[in-house]
């Protein structure tokens, strides 16, 4: 009988009392209660950094592809990304999605993060809607900058220099 004791005193039992239970749920809970706010804001950065890098992308496919077929490629925003095979004329339309096409040919369609707006910025001059890609000097239109936003981020920025060469930035400004 003594053997069977070892360990433990006489007449108490083993395990968790309301007390401590109720100390660890609140502990959990105001832990919780600061974890969410900053998962929130890491999922909109996630989205706004990952729908950056996807028209990063889209850009550097359409001047591989240029110079690749050794004709024009364009990158422009489509108005219905899941049926247009046809260029916007529209600039808010990029904020929809938008496409890579060599003529009327649709090489790449992406749709657009909703929570993302997509705007271009004047750098110099009017605006392009759309960005042109040639065999042999790169961008042939101007150059381009387009600013991505999701509320509560900083504002990202990809750019398009006549040379063809593509840029990602994260800017210093918030987001509205």
Request: contains cysteine; proline residues 5%.
């Given at each position: 009988?003594?053997?069977?004791?070892?360990?433990?005193?006489?007449?108490?039992?083993?395990?968790?009392?309301?007390?401590?239970?109720?100390?660890?749920?609140?502990?959990?809970?105001?832990?919780?209660?600061?974890?969410?706010?900053?998962?929130?804001q890491f999922l909109?950065?996630?989205?706004?950094?990952?729908?950056?890098?996807?028209?990063?992308?889209?850009?550097?496919?359409?001047?591989?592809?240029?110079?690749?077929?050794?004709?024009?490629?364009?990158?422009?925003?489509?108005?219905?990304?899941?049926?247009?095979?046809?260029?916007?004329?529209?600039?808010?339309?990029?904020?929809?999605?938008?496409?890579?096409?060599?003529?009327?040919?649709?090489?790449?369609?992406?749709t657009a993060n909703?929570?993302?707006?997509?705007?271009?910025?004047?750098?110099?001059?009017?605006?392009?809607?759309?960005?042109?890609?040639?065999?042999?000097?790169g961008n042939a239109?101007?150059?381009?900058?387009?600013?991505?936003?999701?509320?509560?981020?900083?504002?990202?920025?990809?750019?398009?220099?006549?040379?063809?060469?593509?840029?990602?930035?994260?800017?210093?400004?918030?987001?509205?």
């Open positions: 009988m003594a053997a069977a004791n070892i360990g433990r005193e006489r007449g108490k039992e083993g395990g968790v009392t309301l007390v401590e239970l109720v100390i660890v749920m609140s502990l959990l809970a105001i832990m919780a209660a600061v974890a969410v706010p900053n998962m929130n909109r950065d996630a989205r706004l950094s990952s729908q950056t890098d996807l028209l990063a992308s889209s850009l550097q496919l359409a001047r591989t592809e240029a110079i690749n077929r050794r004709v024009n490629i364009t990158v422009c925003p489509l108005a219905n990304p899941n049926a247009d095979n046809a260029c916007s004329a529209d600039a808010a339309d990029w904020a929809r999605g938008w496409g890579v096409l060599a003529g009327a040919n649709i090489l790449q369609r992406v909703p929570a993302v707006t997509i705007a271009p910025d004047v750098i110099a001059g009017a605006m392009p809607v759309v960005v042109v890609f040639n065999p042999t000097q239109t101007q150059d381009v900058s387009l600013r991505l936003c999701a509320a509560g981020s900083q504002q990202r920025t990809v750019r398009v220099s006549l040379s063809g060469r593509i840029g990602r930035q994260i800017g210093p400004a918030a987001c509205p």
